[in-house]
């Protein structure tokens, strides 16, 4: 059942966002005085359609085959390879007969209208629920495997990243591999430690789930349950439990699981007075307490305030996408291990319908689709703008065979990279 509720999340979400896409450039044309001669959510393969109706000389429809959409513009080598319509003599309503400015400007409407849809969304969840992260300057990190494996251990406190200060505690993993940090400055108790990054581990970075946790202190805040109510106080610290320590809620949290339903010994420090008391541990592994809730900076907006706040957003989610691109085609980084399909998209969903997680995930997602769409490979608009760029420059127009033949070389690519982002999908799923 969850699995078919974040399934049909991301078919809502994509929807929205091609629609948003092909809207643009349908829109650009239509201003131009350009045929749009179908509008698609979806492909209509074989002439087959959900739905289907006409508005002026434009066919609207739902195709069958689930995998994007498309605005079929007159005149224009695209993703139909519709070659015919271009052995006629050019009419003054195609997209080949228009300036190369207003060209630019169709095929760089869906981009353009991915990145306004993604300020709007950034803009409404500022509105609404302004921002909040926990506070990185204040926090320290509990490491995985790798991270340890790197060097760093529990406690840490990450001042520096090269020369960059981190703000945001959940971006550290992120801005390590996207920075390609060489060398990171922390401190240790009352140290400051410089820690030299292997920059053949980057890659492994990318693929780390939960690289660097929070490092939540075993120091009590309440108690709820009753029997453990009586020998443990706010402010109390649990240094050991069976003996073993406990500094962290993570390094409790398997000792607790082997108790589980027992009785177990904690050595707690109130006051600087040492202490042993009995917990009781529920079936679950759990003993009722509440830590000190980490430091969450916040900050709301109000009405017209919102607006620089998801350009800000926005902005940055772009810089940060791109850094991600680009290690993907740095083949040493390994990066393209990390690229995923509809599966990984579907994984980032919450269980349960939650207005601010997916308007967030929305606008992100829309964010990936603009940028991925402007990289300069045939078949993308990216590639479109390219050629048309080539064209203002030069004063020469790529004949409508290189076009064609571009676009199914465009296409070859496109599909290659569809194989690598399922094939990294069921691999993961397999691990």
Same mark, same amino acid.
């Given at each position: 059942?969850?699995?078919?509720?974040?399934?049909?999340?991301?078919?809502?979400?994509?929807?929205? *966002?091609?629609? !948003?896409?092909?809207?643009?450039?349908? *829109?650009?044309?239509?201003?131009?005085?350009?045929?749009?001669?179908?509008? &698609?959510?979806?492909?209509?393969?074989?002439?087959?359609?959900?739905?289907?109706?006409?508005?002026?000389?434009?066919?609207?429809?739902?195709?069958?085959? =689930?995998?994007? @959409?498309?605005?079929?513009?007159?005149?224009?080598?695209?993703?139909?390879?519709?070659?015919?319509?271009?052995?006629?003599?050019?009419?003054?309503?195609?997209?080949?007969?228009?300036?190369?400015?207003?060209? $630019?400007?169709?095929?760089?409407? /869906? #981009?353009?209208?991915?990145?306004?849809?993604?300020?709007? @969304?950034?803009?409404?969840?500022?509105?609404?629920?302004?921002?909040?992260?926990?506070?990185?300057?204040?926090?320290?990190?509990?490491?995985?495997?790798?991270?340890?494996?790197?060097?760093?251990?529990?406690?840490?406190?990450?001042?520096?990243?090269?020369? &960059?200060?981190?703000?945001?505690?959940?971006?550290?993993?992120?801005?390590?591999?996207?920075?390609?940090?060489?060398?990171?400055? +922390?401190?240790?108790?009352?140290?400051?430690?410089?820690?030299?990054?292997?920059?053949?581990?980057?890659?492994?970075?990318?693929?780390?789930?939960?690289?660097?946790?929070?490092?939540? =202190?075993? !120091? #009590?805040?309440?108690?709820?349950?009753?029997?453990?109510? %009586?020998?443990?106080?706010?402010?109390?610290?649990?240094?050991?439990?069976? /003996?073993? %320590?406990?500094?962290?809620?993570? %390094?409790?949290?398997?000792?607790?699981?082997?108790?589980? /339903?027992?009785?177990?010994?904690?050595? #707690?420090?109130?006051? @600087?007075? *040492?202490?042993?008391?009995?917990?009781?541990?529920?079936?679950?592994?759990?003993?009722?307490?509440?830590?000190?809730?980490?430091?969450?900076?916040?900050?709301?907006?109000?009405?017209?305030?919102? +607006?620089?706040?998801?350009?800000?957003?926005?902005?940055?989610?772009?810089?940060?996408?791109?850094?991600?691109?680009?290690?993907?085609?740095? =083949?040493?980084?390994?990066?393209?291990?990390?690229?995923?399909?509809?599966?990984?998209?579907?994984?980032?969903?919450?269980?349960?319908?939650?207005? &601010?997680?997916?308007?967030?995930?929305?606008?992100?997602?829309?964010?990936? $689709?603009?940028?991925?769409?402007? +990289?300069?490979?045939?078949?993308?608009?990216? @590639?479109?703008?390219?050629?048309?760029?080539?064209?203002?420059?030069? /004063?020469?127009?790529?004949?409508?065979?290189?076009?064609?033949?571009?676009?199914?070389?465009?296409?070859?690519?496109?599909?290659?990279?569809?194989?690598?982002?399922?094939?990294?999908?069921?691999?993961?799923?397999?691990?």
């Amino acid at each position: 059942m969850v699995a078919l509720f974040k399934a049909l999340q991301v078919i809502l979400a994509l929807s929205i *966002l091609i629609i !948003v896409h092909e809207f643009g450039h349908f *829109l650009f044309a239509k201003l131009f005085g350009i045929r749009v001669e179908k509008f &698609y959510l979806f492909f209509d393969v074989g002439g087959k359609a959900l739905v289907r109706f006409r508005i002026g000389e434009t066919e609207f429809g739902i195709g069958w085959l =689930p995998f994007g @959409g498309y605005c079929k513009i007159a005149g224009m080598v695209d993703e139909s390879v519709d070659m015919n319509q271009l052995k006629r003599d050019p009419q003054p309503w195609e997209f080949r007969t228009k300036p190369a400015w207003q060209r $630019l400007f169709v095929l760089a409407g /869906g #981009v353009l209208f991915n990145f306004i849809f993604a300020v709007i @969304g950034y803009s409404v969840i500022c509105g609404i629920w302004g921002t909040a992260y926990i506070s990185n300057s204040e926090s320290a990190i509990y490491p995985n495997e790798l991270a340890r494996e790197m060097g760093f251990k529990p406690g840490d406190k990450i001042l520096k990243l090269d020369d &960059y200060v981190p703000e945001d505690f959940s971006m550290l993993q992120a801005d390590l591999a996207r920075r390609e940090v060489r060398c990171a400055t +922390i401190l240790r108790g009352q140290d400051t430690v410089r820690l030299y990054i292997d920059q053949s581990m980057i890659g492994e970075v990318l693929n780390s789930p939960y690289m660097f946790d929070l490092a939540l =202190p075993f !120091v #009590v805040d309440s108690v709820a349950t009753a029997a453990n109510a %009586d020998v443990l106080e706010k402010g109390d610290v649990v240094l050991q439990l069976d /003996g073993r %320590d406990t500094r962290f809620l993570q %390094d409790a949290s398997p000792i607790l699981a082997e108790h589980a /339903g027992q009785t177990i010994t904690a050595t #707690v420090s109130r006051a @600087g007075v *040492l202490a042993e008391v009995p917990l009781q541990v529920d079936t679950a592994g759990r003993i009722g307490i509440m830590l000190n809730p980490p430091v969450v900076k916040r900050q709301s907006y109000s009405g017209l305030s919102a +607006i620089p706040a998801g350009l800000r957003k926005t902005g940055s989610t772009i810089k940060g996408y791109v850094s991600d691109l680009k290690m993907v085609f740095k =083949p040493s980084t390994k990066a393209y291990k990390s690229v995923g399909s509809f599966i990984a998209i579907g994984q980032v969903f919450p269980k349960t319908w939650d207005w &601010y997680q997916f308007l967030n995930i929305l606008a992100l997602l829309s964010i990936m $689709l603009g940028v991925v769409n402007l +990289i300069p490979i045939p078949g993308l608009d990216g @590639g479109h703008i390219l050629f048309t760029l080539y064209e203002m420059i030069s /004063g020469r127009k790529p004949s409508d065979k290189f076009l064609y033949i571009m676009q199914l070389i465009g296409m070859v690519l496109l599909f290659a990279l569809m194989f690598l982002a399922f094939g990294n999908d069921i691999m993961r799923l397999i691990r």
